[in-house]
């Protein structure tokens, strides 16, 4: 199936605290990769995001699907797994202070598991490789 993998970095005058706190709002995931939109966020006891539900607009139709944190380790990595009918993937965000700053990486792998997406795979690799960087730079200026 294909595949595909994006990574952009930012840095911004937020502390990693900050920038800590920002990925753990699930608005914060909407409008990154595939995602349209996000919805019902549970948390573990300290307040981590372990899961949403969210939105894939492919194709012009609309798949469900649910990211859940498979690793996280406050205040500098935070790492999703996200899947839907069509496709499965990563988000992984790294923070790393550079000084007074912090420095946000986000990486992106997707692959297609399903037909549609499969054959819907070279624009959504298009769009991705485009607007990826500018999401990662909106995501980062909400902090």
Known sequence: MPAATFTHSVTTSASVAEAWAALQRPDTWAGIGP???VSDP???EDGTLMAFNWIADLG??????VATTTAHTEP???ELAMATSEI???VVAS???TGN???VTVTIRLTTKGMLSAMFFPAIKKALESGFPKQVDDLVASI
Do not use: H, I, M, Q
């Open 42 to 44: 549970t948390y573990d």
């Open 76 to 78: 500098t990595n935070f």
């Open 35 to 37: 995602v349209s939109s």
């Open 88 to 90: 499965v993937g990563e």
């Open 101 to 103: 700053d912090c420095t």
């Open 95 to 97: 923070l790393e202070p």
């Open 60 to 65: 012009g139709k609309a798949y469900r699907g």
